[in-house]
């Protein structure tokens, strides 16, 4: 089975300080990881993916398949990144059965950035 | 934002009654996903669908239906059979169900269905 785990339910840092959202996955399969954003009165969207190797809004992911993390960090964290932050992960066609392509949701973590 | 919506906004249900939930979207997308989100419990999959007229089971699926008659449009039925209904829930679309791996999913705005 596949897991995504978001250890923080809230974070809360000051404008200008640097910011960590972790997550932490079980698979036994090669997978996909991705981070999703929800801020307030919007829909939830897409922030980035591993494969893409991508640096939005100027958050970074590294996969760690050796820690089973991909944490997401910005050096410099603004008031507008104040949200609610999901990771996700896709994993291919297990022995199990599972049904590859589709998304597993970590808990979210609330991310608030103080002025 | 357009290209997928979701009606209505609130919906407000009585025990023991089924209740749908609409989904559409002109993204032109093969694969079409619905997820009910719980604080602190994140997104769950409760049924996904890959082309017309077929769909599988979520992790959450007992209690709910669905039908994929057409590719735009993916309606949810919340049954008497559900548990615990009162819950938010989103309807998303991508261009398909890759074999290797996701491809970027689209989120509608989200249903807020209450059980009185």
């Known amino acids: 089975a596949q897991r995504v785990t978001q250890p923080e339910k809230l974070l809360s840092v000051f404008k200008g300080a640097p910011v960590e959202l972790k997550c932490n996955y079980s698979y036994s399969g090669s997978p996909e990881l991705f981070w999703y954003v929800q801020y307030s009165r919007q829909r939830l969207q897409l922030l980035l993916r591993?494969?893409s190797r991508e640096s939005i809004k100027g958050f970074t992911a590294d996969l760690n398949k050796g820690e089973t993390s991909f944490h997401l960090k910005k050096p410099f964290a603004q008031e507008e990144d104040s949200a609610m932050y999901y990771c996700a992960l896709s994993g291919l066609r297990g022995a199990g059965g599972t049904s590859y392509g589709k998304l597993t949701f970590g808990q979210g973590t609330i991310l608030t950035v103080h002025p | 934002d357009g290209g997928i919506t979701q009606s209505p906004k609130y919906l407000f249900r009585k025990e023991g009654q089924n209740v749908t939930l609409s989904c559409e979207q002109n993204l032109n997308h093969d694969a079409m996903y619905w997820y009910r989100q719980d604080p602190g419990q994140g997104l769950r999959l409760i049924y996904y669908s890959q082309i017309v007229n077929d769909f599988q089971k979520g992790d959450i699926a007992e209690g709910y239906s669905v039908s994929r008659e057409k590719k735009e449009s993916f309606p949810l039925t919340v049954t008497s059979a559900q548990k615990n209904p009162t819950a938010f829930y989103l309807c998303?679309?991508?261009?398909?169900?890759?074999?290797?791996?996701?491809?970027?999913?689209?989120f509608g705005p989200g249903t807020r269905l209450t059980v009185l």
């Open positions: 591993h494969i």
């Open positions: 998303a679309s991508s261009m398909r169900l890759r074999l290797a791996g996701a491809d970027t999913q689209y």
